[in-house]
């Protein structure tokens, strides 16, 4: 499920586009605080756009287990993962993707570092 929502007063057409750059959804958010959640029915890459403002993009990466978004310096968490190994994938919008496996213990912080080029 995606939250879509404006901190200000102007009108903002939230598109988002799947893989195959077909419409998910398309709402208007005309307030501020206005939220608006749509499902996102596909896993894969989804793109959000502001059809008025076109410097207003932002691109997710959908999956069916656990998800973060990094902040600006590229760093995330993903909190209360069970033991296990797992295939943890990263996306970029120019640089692309790449996995690499990691093996989570109880009560441990696991560090994964990826280049992109």
Do not use: K, Q
Not at 11 to 29: E, K, Q, S
Not at 96 to 102: D, L, P
């Amino acid at each position: 499920m995606a939250t879509v929502t404006s901190e200000d007063d102007t009108l903002h057409p939230i598109h988002a586009y799947d893989d195959r750059a077909r419409t998910m959804f398309n709402v208007a958010i005309p307030i501020a605080g206005l939220a608006i959640e749509r499902p996102l029915s596909r896993p894969g890459v989804v793109r959000l756009e502001c059809d008025s403002h076109g410097w207003m993009r932002r691109w997710l990466y959908v999956i069916d287990d656990s998800t973060t978004v990094s902040g600006s310096a590229g760093r995330f968490e993903i909190g209360d993962v069970p033991p296990g190994t797992y295939e943890l994938t990263i996306w970029h919008e120019r640089f692309g993707g790449a996995s690499h496996t990691v093996t989570v213990s109880a009560y441990t912080i696991v560090e994964a570092n990826f280049t992109l080029h």
